[in-house]
Every structure is written in C-alpha cells, then in structure tokens.
C-alpha cells in the first residue's frame, strides 16, 4: 500500500490502528525533532463521529468525553460553544492542518470513529465525494475554486473487485486500494472508496491519508485553506448521510486560518442579495435559458435556482455554476460571480 501510513496498518479492510492518537503525536514529535520550524497541528487534529440512526448514516461532531478528538471552538476564532458550521447552508466543517513531510504534505486526520453499538458489525462504510475543491488566500481573503493544477488526493480507500481467477464457483472479491481527486474541476478518479468495516461490537476507528499536490513548478501547493465535500453511505443503508465539508490549513499561520474559517461560520460566504439580483438580470436578458423565474433556495452548497426547462445555476465559492437544460447533464463552471455581477452592472 502506497499510503504514508501504511506501516500502521492493521487490518486491510478497517485500516484500524491500535492507538492511532498515539501513533500521529509520535509522528508528529518525531517531525519537530528533526526540523522545529514545522508547526505541530495537535490542535487541528479530530474525528468524525459516524453512526446510524432511522435506517441512515448520520454524521457529527464527535463527544471528547467518549474518547475522540475535537477541535476546539476556539481555536478557530470562534465564540465558546460555537461549532464550525456554514452560516449559509448549515452544513458542519471538520478541520485539518496538513503536515510537509520529505516526500509530500499530508495528514491522516480527521478520522472516522463510531463507539460500540453505533454500527452494524461486519458493515462496510464508504465515503462518497462531490464538489469543487474550494481555497482561501490570505491575499483575497475570499473563498473561491482552488488555483488551477491544485488538488487534493484521498488516498488508502478500498474497492472489492471480482476475482475471475481463484478456480472455484464462487472467488471472494480482490481488495483492490484506490483514491479520489478533488480540483476546482470537480471530483475525478474514483468517487466512492471503502473507508473501513465496523467492527464486532459495532465500533469503527479508521483513518485514511489526504494529501495536497501541485504542478503549478513548484514543489509545494500555495500557502491557504483548502476545503472538501463528502457524505457517507454503508453497504447496509445505502441512502447517504448530509453532506459535510473538510478543511484544512495549508501553512496558514493560525489568526489567517481563522480569518477562513470565519468566511464561511460567522458570515455567509455568498452575496444572496446581489445573486438574486444576478439571477434577475439573467432572466430578463436570456429568457430562453432561463424562462419562469422561481424562487432561489439552498442545496449542496449552491445558492441555486431552476427553471421549467430543467436549467439550474447556482453561486458557489465566488462562481457561477449551471446544469440541465440547454447546460447539459453535467455541472459546468460558468465563470467568477463578482465578474459577472460587473458585467451586468450591479
């Protein structure tokens, strides 16, 4: 297994560690003995809590008292008691701080856990990403899609694949390790990876490895905070959990990381009022495209509206984004929403 924990393994399929907490900080402290200007992310370093309630995989912030790690409200720049939670779309932003190791600048955090009884023992738990890769810069202070030629690489899920070659009626399945791309594009790759297998008493405790590259020609991704999107499914309850985003600082001293995390918890990182306004322009001047205009609503991050013709666009991190209709099925990039509110005059 080409992942940068792969020493760590257990267990192929759960990816379990039998102190994973342990492991990291002795990783980590290991780093700073080596190189003391590498900023230690303890602070930054949680779970995620996953369990099933109602027939479906629901996700949390995870309860220290149980045993896990969580970042501290505070540490964000975030008011005491205040979980970092999208003040426009609701949805929870679990944080991460890559670490620049010889070879590459990645982290195994956040993790997943569940406690015993959360979880069907012998269930397997996917992830399933979606979106654009998103980036803030200290220069724009200003959530936007990441530079071109930037991503981020989950690497160490699995996938099962038939096996045509065991000589028997009926072969167990290859565990094959796979892994997911997030650009500005979208998500590329493969979509959907085994994150672990629950274990007997129904607990699960997996990490997998994130990692952020460039070939921009130079050695290191640019310097900003870099966010994700994925929900959660298992092979028992198929219907997928609420979105949830990850955010990592990427060499962000900790006031410029907390100045990103207030772009999207204490203030609506979109201008509902000017893209109503923009959805407006665009109905009065391409009423083919947009013909019937309804009321704007909130989904998958996207301040978004559709029209009877099956066209939807939408605003999302400082662009515009469009889909059916005369669009296609696939999600396009339209361009820079601050551009074309210019554009239009408003």
């Known amino acids: 297994m080409p992942t940068i924990f792969k020493n760590l393994t257990i ?37 995620i809590e ?57 982290i195994d955090s956040p993790g997943f856990e569940s ?19 998103s980036y803030w810069s200290s220069d724009k202070h200003q959530w936007s899609l990441a530079p071109e030629g930037v991503q981020i690489r989950l690497a160490g899920g699995l996938d099962l694949q038939p096996n045509q070659d065991c000589g028997q009626v009926f072969c167990i399945p290859i565990t094959v390790e796979g892994f997911t791309i997030f650009s500005r594009h979208g998500v590329s790759s493969a979509s959907s990876l085994i994150v672990g297998e629950v274990r007997s008493d129904g607990s699960l405790h997996t990490h997998l490895d994130w990692i952020v590259e460039s070939n ?17 499914i298992t092979d028992s309850y198929p219907e997928p959990s609420d979105s949830l985003w990850i955010m990592f600082n990427n060499g962000l001293p900790l006031q410029d990381f907390q100045q990103a995390v207030a772009g999207r918890v204490l203030q609506s990182n979109t201008d509902t009022t000017l ?13 083919t495209l947009f013909p019937h205009a309804e009321t704007s609503f ?7 509206r559709c029209y009877q013709n099956g066209a939807c666009v939408g605003v999302k ?25 210019a554009q239009a005059g408003l």
């Open 298 to 304: 909130i989904a998958l991050g996207y301040y978004a």
């Open 50 to 106: 996953v369990k099933v309630v109602e027939e479906r995989v629901q996700t949390n912030f995870c309860n220290p008292e149980k045993g896990c790690s969580l970042v501290k409200p505070e540490t964000l720049g975030l008011p005491a008691g205040q979980m970092p939670i999208d003040q426009l779309t609701g949805t929870p932003i679990y944080v991460s701080e890559f670490i620049i190791f010889p070879d590459r600048t990645a």
């Open 115 to 133: 406690i015993a009884g959360d979880m069907t023992a012998g269930d397997r738990v996917r992830y399933r990403a979606s979106g654009h890769l």
């Open 275 to 287: 893209a109503d306004k923009l959805f407006g322009w665009a109905e009065s001047n391409y009423p």
């Open 317 to 341: 991190d400082n662009h515009i984004f469009a889909v059916g209709g005369e669009f296609g099925a696939n999600i396009l990039t339209l361009g820079e929403f601050n551009a074309f509110a």
């Open 11 to 47: 267990n192929p399929i759960s990816r379990m560690r039998s102190n994973p907490s342990r492991t990291v900080l002795s990783i980590l402290t290991g780093l700073y003995l080596l190189n003391p200007l590498i900023l230690i992310a303890g602070e930054l370093h949680q779970h």
């Open 216 to 232: 921009l020609g130079t050695p290191n991704a640019p310097i900003g905070a870099y966010m994700v999107e994925l929900q959660l």
